[in-house]
Nanobody, 124 residues
Framework: QVQLVDSGGGMVQAGESLRLSCAVS?????????MGWFRQSPGTEREFVAA????????NYADSVKGRFTASRDNAKNTVYLQMNSLKPEDTAVYYC????????????????WGQGTQVTVSS
């Protein structure tokens, strides 16, 4: 059974940093698989934040987080990370990691597996 476990969320002040982790168990992803990070605030749709390819480590980012967030993966630990710097109050949301095969990473559709989410709250 494949499981994705999100962790690392918390409450911080604007300008501070957090690192989210997503630990994968039950299988090893490889070439052609991508890990996405999404977030959702109350009353809004889940939105794309970032993605990283398991094989090549190539990354994609939403415009709103470019230059502040960095997605990475550790194949040996079967874990992906989202380093979030210079956090803003508008980054407050539940963050989810997800896994899919294929590079259409921006859409929630097509992701096969999802983590349970971790809350990030940024105060001004």
């Amino acid at each position: 059974q494949v499981q994705l476990v999100d962790s690392g969320g918390g409450m911080v002040q604007a300008g501070e940093s957090l690192r989210l982790s997503c630990a994968v168990s039950g299988r090893t992803f490889g070439m052609g698989w991508f890990m996405g990070w999404f977030r959702q605030s109350p009353g809004t749709e889940r939105e794309f934040v970032a993605a990283v390819g398991w094989s090549a480590g190539n990354t994609n980012y939403a415009d709103s987080v470019k230059g502040r967030f960095t997605a990475s993966r550790d194949n040996a630990k079967n874990t992906v990370y989202l380093q979030m710097n210079s956090l803003k109050p508008e980054d407050t949301a539940v963050y989810y990691c997800a896994a899919r095969q294929g590079a259409t990473v921006y859409n929630t559709k097509g992701y096969n597996y999802w983590g349970q989410g971790t809350q990030v709250t940024v105060s001004s």
